[in-house]
DNA sequence: TCGGCAGAAATCGTATGCAATCTTTTCCAA
DNA sequence: TTGGAAAAGATTGCATACGATTTCTGCCGA
């Protein structure tokens, strides 16, 4: 997978940051698993791409390199991020740190505009899961993140939703490299089932649930070391 | 207090990432207080003063404003952030939600050698607090910063590591701007207490010694707004 | 055939130039 | 004196150029 083979919208390049739209594509290629982990961007392919030039796209991926999607290497470039096992336990520590909380503040702020649009995500998530097929399967990784992202932001608090929208896409990178099964079904129903708490305004109910809904993706996870750290170095793409 | 009066160190032009250090050059100088919130930093005069071009500055300034210690505005540059008080409740919050989890994480991680840091660390803060002047509240702030990122260090996450940097770097913004007393002597015991109950592993005890300490430290900050928010907006250096 | 070395090609790090935008100053009329 | 418009100045956004570093490639000797 070459991010050559990849088609981005054309950047509109209007008044808004040039910079930020690009790296909103590429972060939706990586979540979407669109680009795979270890995949070279190069500051040339990458401007050539979007038609600016190598100081724009250079600033994309300084910042996809703050968000823990890309890792650069001086005078080597910037690669799509390969989480390991052990980073990816850590992402999830964190989020069983975070996400409790959320849940809760979110349970305290939810307003009737609010549920409309869980439910409607939750319909489209519905969706994804009914559909085969890797592009549903991708939308359905996606949609399953913004759950996420939407209670983050009923939750009010501007920085853990900044935090969140971390977590949520190094996520999807980590269930990409070590999802086992077609766990997403069961994911929905606790999605569901966390809803409702929330729309019972029940916090302490949807802070549980949310505990053990990161609790089953990761349980999903194989994150046992598959060969020698040092052969695994050697062959990261 | 312009960035102009200001003097730094050399960048050693070596290997390393020369805008990494202008960075943490620049949060330092941020956190401690050299530079008041609304500052301006152009690109330009931090790249003379740095010695490098603007290019790296501007890079420099991009990773301050990812960590929300600079805030840009398009074709008008760079500024030393200006939180509202809403945006101190939130960081209160964020840290409320984490650094309890912290503390029982790291309680469960603490060697001798942690424990060593630690006290260490305590007696710097300490001195600082015995002495008088503006450098040594200024110091004394850093230090007692510099307690929290030790133990988000001893945790061993680093993803909720990078967090806590980000979220104590904001905090120091906040206290600059709506501190109101020394209550840091307060501060500087229970950093005590908390330490004792690491080293005791207690974590329970840790974790709400350190619930308790950040509400202290927020309590502490008078975040009423002061006038009309337009007004407010209007006067905003 | 294989390892390794030299040159070529690609890519990055950085400085600098130019156009666009914003800010400040100047100046004139009311 | 005050208001406002126009010019001058400053600063940013972006593209491009060039040296430095890394990677690739082809060739040679063992």
Redesign the interface.
């Known amino acids: 997978m070459n991010i050559a083979d990849q088609t981005f919208p054309a950047i509109d390049g209007a ?1 808004e ?1 040039r910079a930020q739209a690009i790296r909103d594509q590429l972060r939706d290629a990586i979540v979407d698993r669109r680009l795979a982990p270890g995949t070279k961007l190069s500051e040339g392919e990458v401007g050539t791409l979007f038609d600016v030039s190598r ?1 724009v796209a250079r ?1 994309a991926l ?2 996809l390199s ?1 968000e ?1 999607l890309v890792r650069t290497e ?1 005078n080597r470039g910037a690669f799509v991020a390969n989480p390991s096992p052990e ?1 990816a336990r ?2 999830f ?2 989020r069983r ?2 996400e409790p ?2 849940a809760i ?1 979110a349970a305290g702020r939810m307003t009737p505009a609010d549920v409309a649009a869980f439910k409607t995500q939750l319909e489209e998530e519905g969706r994804f899961i009914a559909e085969r097929g890797p592009t549903a399967r991708r939308s359905e990784i996606k949609a399953s993140g913004d759950f996420h992202l939407l209670l983050a932001a009923v939750a009010g ?4 939703q900044r ?1 969140m929208e971390e ?1 949520v896409a ?1 996520s999807s990178l980590v269930i990409a490299l070590y999802g086992r099964s077609g766990i997403s079904s069961c994911g929905h129903n606790e999605h569901m089932q966390i809803l409702e708490a929330l729309e019972a305004g029940n916090a302490e109910r949807a802070s549980a649930l949310m505990l053990h809904h990161i609790d089953h993706i990761e349980a999903d996870l194989d994150l046992r070391v598959r060969s020698g750290p040092a052969l695994r170095q050697a062959l990261e793409f």
């Not at 608090?157 to 853990?160: G, K, Y």
């Open positions: 008044n940051d100081t600033a300084q910042m703050f823990g001086r980073e850590q992402v520590a964190s740190l975070i909380g959320i503040a608090n501007v920085i853990l935090f977590l190094r």
